[in-house]
């Protein structure tokens, strides 16, 4: 069967130049996804996705492991995207508007509801510590089983990024499934970044995430639910304005650095 990730029929396939030890890899990730693996052999994406009746092809290469949809151009691979950049900014004073909402520190539990590609949870990791957790739920399988790969496996120099990476505690799960299986106060910050209703992402590097993952609303009873679960803050990122129907007024609004972003700051239970 092809994979059927949000409706997202894929196959795996590897390079188009004969490389056994890239099939072998290619066949293992099609064996832990439960997706056909495909031999590549001299087709073109497009071609090879028409031929098996998908839309999208995992191709693995010696670069990376991507997603790629060849109708409309997009290819998802894990990167940190802007983690190196945020923590130098903390390095360096500038502080960083999520880790001020959360009141975040050393020794402290995060626990990250909706993970995508985890530079929320990395910047978070890296405050935290080596005292500290960070656990992260992603609900798409294919993207979750990336970034735990992701997570465990690429190289960035610098600033303690790379260890922060390896340090999040990445698990495929919904959270409106997984939150009321938590303790009371097991977490001192409960944290959640859907999509929003509409896209405000300037930068390209949002829109292969976007086209991928879920985008279901989460519903007022997971925002109840986290409040149980958080002992010092629920917060949720929202674009500035947008209506979360259904939640408490909120202890406060933090502003997301000037941009079109705000952090909703809600009290536990
Ligand atoms: C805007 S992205 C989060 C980006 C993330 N903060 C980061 O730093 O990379 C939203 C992610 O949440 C995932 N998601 C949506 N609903 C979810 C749910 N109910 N449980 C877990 N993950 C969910 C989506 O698949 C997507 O990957």
């Not at 495929?172 to 929003?196: K, N, W």
């Amino acid at each position: 069967m092809p994979g059927r990730d949000s409706e997202l029929p894929y196959v795996v396939t590897a390079a188009r130049r004969p490389d056994p030890e890239l099939d072998e890899r290619a066949r293992r990730w099609a064996e832990r996804l439960g997706v056909r693996f495909v031999e590549r052999g001299e087709r073109s994406l497009a071609k090879l996705c028409a031929e098996e009746g998908v839309e999208a092809a995992l191709t693995v290469t010696a670069l990376r492991v991507g997603l790629v949809i060849p109708a409309d151009g997009t290819e998802y691979f894990f990167h940190p995207s802007m983690a190196r950049t945020r923590v130098r900014n903390i390095c360096e004073g500038g502080g960083d508007p999520m880790i001020a909402a959360m009141r975040l520190g050393p020794g402290d539990s995060v626990l990250d509801c909706t993970l995508g590609r985890a530079t929320d949870a990395t910047v978070a990791a890296w405050v935290v510590g080596e005292t500290g957790r960070v656990v992260g739920y992603e609900a798409h399988p294919l993207l979750a089983a990336l970034t735990i790969e992701g997570l465990a496996t690429y190289e960035i120099e610098g600033f303690g990024v790379q260890e922060a990476m390896r340090r999040v505690d990445a698990r495929h799960g919904d959270c409106r499934e997984v939150l009321p299986t938590l303790e009371t106060r097991s977490f001192q910050v409960v944290y959640f970044d859907p999509f929003f209703g509409q896209m405000v992402e300037r930068s390209d590097a949002m829109r292969p995430l976007r086209r991928i993952g879920l985008h279901e609303p989460i519903p007022a009873a997971t925002y109840e639910e986290a409040r149980r679960v958080a002992s010092r803050v629920v917060v949720i990122k929202r674009r500035r304005g947008e209506e979360l129907p259904g939640i408490p007024p909120p202890a406060d609004v933090t502003s997301g650095g000037g941009s079109r972003i705000e952090y909703l700051v809600l009290e536990p239970r």
